[in-house]
């Protein structure tokens, strides 16, 4: 591998694990402040870095995904959840799709494109922009067929979407409630079992104590905090 204050609701009863996938462009740095709070929760944390704008999305599901339950089996977790950023949430449903994981506990994906975004829609013609994002990023539009493949969710996920738009030009790209990069709308999917909406912008939602919080409490109850 390359490299708030969590909701009291008591330790795990077994031995868990839980994958932390970051986002497109980011590093697993960004996801430093929950593996720090999953940790004091009494979880074993697994923050995989990986390169996300460098290789297809079969080539990062594999890589990231693989690497994270390599690490969660050597330490003999009898259950292994995830918690996603963005990217990382499609990078799951890939993998579970094709592989599925014998394992697996609860997800919480942050802010994640499981319709796409428009951003991708309205730049991906504009020169440079594929160069920017890699070939797994431009795959991410509205209309993209990957999204139709990979189809519902089968494992037990509570979402939370941001609904702060704190770029002016990104007003231009929405037409309801979104965290600058993901409308509210695109992070819902067929399955999912809780979805929570907090007043966080897409970059930085990871690092927000509501989130963490409430990421915690689903992982341990399977809900939200109420």
């Known amino acids: 591998m390359l490299y708030g204050s969590a909701a009291a609701v008591g330790k795990p009863d077994v031995q868990e694990c839980v994958i932390l996938l970051h986002g497109l462009a980011r590093v697993s740095n960004s996801m430093g402040e929950l593996e720090t709070k999953l940790q004091r929760a009494g979880y074993q944390a697994v923050n995989i870095n990986y390169p996300s704008r460098s290789y297809p999305i079969d080539t990062l599901a594999e890589d990231a995904v693989g690497r994270g339950l390599a690490k969660c089996r050597e330490q003999n977790a009898q259950v292994i959840h995830f918690v996603t950023h963005s990217l990382g949430g499609i990078l799951l449903r890939y993998f579970d799709k094709h592989h599925g994981i014998a394992e697996l506990g609860r997800v919480v994906m942050l802010g994640p494109p499981n319709q796409g975004s428009p951003i991708v829609d309205q730049l991906l013609p504009v020169p440079g922009f594929g160069f920017i994002t890699g070939p797994t990023g431009s795959i991410l539009g509205t209309e993209s067929e990957i999204f139709t493949a990979l189809g519902p969710v089968t494992f037990d996920l509570g979402v939370i979407a941001g609904d702060t738009n ?21 992070t819902m999917v067929d399955g999912m079992r809780a979805h929570l909406v907090l007043p966080v912008a897409h970059t930085f939602m990871m690092r927000n104590n509501a989130v963490i919080d409430n990421t915690v409490h689903y992982l341990k109850t399977g809900s939200f905090i109420p």
């Open 166 to 186: 704190i770029n002016p030009v990104n007003f231009l790209f929405f037409s309801s409630p979104n965290d600058t990069i993901v409308s509210v709308a695109s």
